[in-house]
T-cell receptor
Framework: AQSVAQPEDQVNVAEGNPLTVKCTYS??????LFWYVQYPNRGLQFLLK????DNLVKGSYGFEAEFNKSQTSFHLKKPSALVSDSALYFC???????????WGAGTKLIIKP | ETGVTQSPTHLIKTRGQQVTLRCSSQ?????VSWYQQALGQGPQFIFQ???????GRGNFPPRFSGLQFPNYSSELNVNALELDDSALYLC?????????????FGPGTRLTVL
């Protein structure tokens, strides 16, 4: 069965420091991996995705993610955090044979000035 | 902004009532997926509609039903509401079959069941 794990409920980072939000997955076929961000009382905003090709994927707002097949991970990263990056981040996966997204429980990112 | 719109924004119902939520997909998209997001949790897939047919369903009972219209907009209907149905309901549109098949979400409808 497909699954996604976000092992950290919350990540605290000082403004200007690099940030990492972790995601590991389990899927039977080739994984399609996604990161979304959710601000309070808002819907989900697409950040980036991995389908195939380069293991380092660049997305919106300076975010990037690294696909690691051997570790079945897709961690979200940003070199320098902004206070405005504070939000809830979700990792999602689907395999190539269907379009249903399976979601992690989310990680709350808090960037302190 | 994604171009996906949902109505209403908020809704309060009582147990046993029925509710209809609406979603307009982004221009050029042919598929709508519905998700339920309970407070403090990730979204749970309810179902997906493609070419006006249900194209996949998550672990939700039959009292959750949907429709997709020729213009690709969609409705989510929930009958016999229960307290646990209180959640944010998210609709996402996408273009099935494209290499860039990414789901784009609307702002959601907050349903409260009393």
């Amino acid at each position: 069965a497909q699954s996604v794990a976000q092992p950290e409920d919350q990540v605290n980072v000082a403004e200007g420091n690099p940030l990492t939000v972790k995601c590991t997955y389990s899927v039977s076929g080739n994984p399609y991996l996604f990161w979304y961000v959710q601000y309070p009382n808002r819907g989900l905003q697409f950040l980036l995705k991995y389908i195939t090709g380069d293991n380092l994927v660049k997305g919106s707002y300076g975010f990037e993610a690294e696909f690691n097949k051997s570790q079945t991970s897709f961690h979200l990263k940003k070199p320098s955090a902004l206070v405005s990056d504070s939000a809830l981040y979700f990792c999602a996966v689907r395999d190539g044979s269907n379009y249903q997204l399976i979601w992690g429980a989310g990680t709350k990112l808090i960037i302190k000035p | 902004e994604t171009g996906v719109t949902q109505s209403p924004t908020h809704l309060i119902k009582t147990r046993g009532q029925q509710v209809t939520l609406r979603c307009s997909s982004q221009s050029g998209h042919n598929t709508v997926s519905w998700y339920q997001q309970a407070l403090g949790q990730g979204p749970q897939f309810i179902f997906q509609y493609y070419r006006e047919e249900e194209n996949g369903r998550g672990n939700f009972p039959p009292r959750f039903s949907g429709l997709q219209f020729p213009n690709y907009s969609s409705e989510l209907n929930v009958n016999a509401l229960e307290l646990d149905d209180s959640a944010l309901y998210l609709c996402a549109s996408s273009l099935v079959g494209s290499r860039t098949d990414t789901q784009y979400f609307g702002p959601g409808t907050r349903l409260t069941v009393l």
